[in-house]
């Protein structure tokens, strides 16, 4: 993949807001709800879905070297705090996402389904790790029925409206960028 200038510095704004995103949190039990969904989407509804995942892929680089731009700080050993799974989730999130607006009209409902599609991307993968992490690195006895309950149930609600804010800005966005490419 050829990246110019631009998109490189794209990628970068979008692995900062990403991590930013991180900190504009409202702690709930287990799994903290935070705007990394709204910026991992917009990487992808924005930037496309291999130039996407890519921000997000360096922001959790970035992350794993030490910077602390996790919820919960950074360094490698992040790997085992039983979120992280949700952050690969946000690779492959923004991936889909991208590729959705890629080969779809940009429309709200797109878009919506974009994040819907990035939404169950990221709590496939982010639950199963919540699971296995709880339940054999750190011993608890946790049931799957549970996992589900904390990684999932609790913070639907939150993402279902996230998704359709989303939804709103990313039309907007879009269309606004190709009205402005075009003059």
């Known amino acids: 993949m050829n990246l110019t200038l631009g998109d490189k510095v794209l990628i970068a704004i979008f692995a900062a807001l990403t991590s930013i995103g991180a900190f504009i949190s409202i702690p709930i039990p ?14 992808g509804i ?9 921000s997000q892929l360096l922001y959790i680089l970035i992350g794993l ?9 950074g360094g490698p050993q992040y790997i085992f705090q039983p979120t992280f799974g ?7 999130a ?3 996402i991208g590729k959705v ?3 779809k009209k940009n429309s709200f409902k797109n878009l919506l389904l974009a994040n819907f599609l990035g939404i169950i991307v990221i709590y496939f993968i982010g639950v199963i790790y919540f699971y296995l992490i709880n339940r ?9 029925s549970l996992a589900i309950y904390n990684g999932f149930l609790i913070t639907l609600p939150g993402d279902v409206i996230k998704s359709i804010v989303t939804a709103l800005v990313g039309t907007r966005v879009v269309n606004t960028i190709r009205i402005k490419m075009s003059v």
């Open 30 to 43: 287990y799994v903290p709800f935070t705007m990394q969904f709204f910026f991992s989407s917009m990487s």
């Open 46 to 54: 924005i930037l496309g879905g291999k130039k996407g995942a890519l």
């Open 65 to 73: 070297i030490g910077i602390p731009v996790f919820t919960k700080g």
């Open 86 to 92: 949700y952050l690969i989730g946000l690779i492959i």
């Open 94 to 96: 923004a991936y889909v």
């Open 101 to 103: 607006v890629e080969i």
């Open 136 to 144: 054999f690195y750190l011993g608890m006895n946790i049931t799957i």
